[in-house]
């Protein structure tokens, strides 16, 4: 796996991301995105266009940023280990793979993924 210093959500990190398949866009590639079909994903990777995104949504990545910060000390408290956000790359098969890890540890055997809580979320794991 490759390391690229680039911070989440900045311009570099968005121009990175177009080369490759991220891990965002795994449920889109599965057909199981409510925020974007397959064909549309595709459709991005082909011509490297992608749609602006609206101030709602940007907010949402704001947030979803904040909280990560925030919740990102409690998980390091648990597993006794510091955890840093990073960016990684890797190919396999010939497909160009990246994700923006919200958190992981120096020996890179330990990750923190983080996500806000929702109803939908909510069902799932309850639903285990």
Known sequence: MQTHNVQQG???????RAGYFTASDAAAAAGLSKY?????????????????????????FARGHE???????WAEEIIGAELYPVVMSDEIDGLPL?????GIDLMEQVTFEHKSANATLIASLEAG
């Open 10 to 16: 900045t311009e570099a990190w968005r121009k990175l």
């Open 67 to 73: 909280y990560e910060a925030i919740a990102r000390p």
């Open 36 to 60: 974007k079909s397959r064909t549309e994903l595709l459709r991005e990777k082909a011509t490297g266009i992608t749609p602006e995104h609206d101030s709602v949504t940007l907010a949402r």
């Open 98 to 102: 990246s994700a923006s890890f919200d």
